[in-house]
Structures are given as C-alpha cells and as structure tokens.
C-alpha cells in the first residue's frame, strides 16, 4: 500500500519556541556550526489502492484543512512515492 507524506513548517515569520529551544542546546552542546532550526510536522498517510487524481486532490485538501493552521503553518511538500 503506497504511503503520502505531508510535511507542514511553521510560517517563516514566525518565532518557532521548540526550534529556538533546540538550537539553545546545540550551542550549549559546543554544536556552534548550526546557526538556526526549525521544527514541523510529518504526516504519513496510507492509500488502500492506486494514487489516482481524485486521491491527490484528496490529499491537498486534507493538508490545508486539517493537517495545518493556515493562520500560522505552510504545507511545503506532499511526497508521492514513486510509481513501480
């Protein structure tokens, strides 16, 4: 069964805690040569059956309009697996 993956990022905007919270120990850790991060979310989602139009369309869809916050989220990739 072929897996999606969506992947949604804070607006770049926007002050992202977790990253600033992470990049804080990477330069507590001596880690200096990583000067920003930012943390997203990834979403799997399993198709029972072949990846048609209507499922593609689907999966944009859900993506904007329940996987993210348009207000304070970009959905940046929705990945495909390849066809066999």
């Known amino acids: 069964m072929p897996t999606i993956v969506v992947e949604v990022m804070p607006k770049a905007e926007l002050l ?10 990477l330069a507590r850790l001596g880690k200096t040569e990583f000067s920003n991060v930012r943390i997203g979310k990834r979403f799997e989602l399993t198709v029972d059956g072949p990846i048609t139009d209507i499922v593609r369309a689907d999966v944009e869809k859900i993506a904007d309009e329940i ?13 495909y697996p390849e066809a066999e």
């Open 16 to 25: 992202d805690p977790q990253g600033k919270a992470v990049a804080g120990a």
């Open 67 to 79: 996987l993210s916050n348009s207000v304070i989220e970009d959905v940046v990739a929705i990945t």
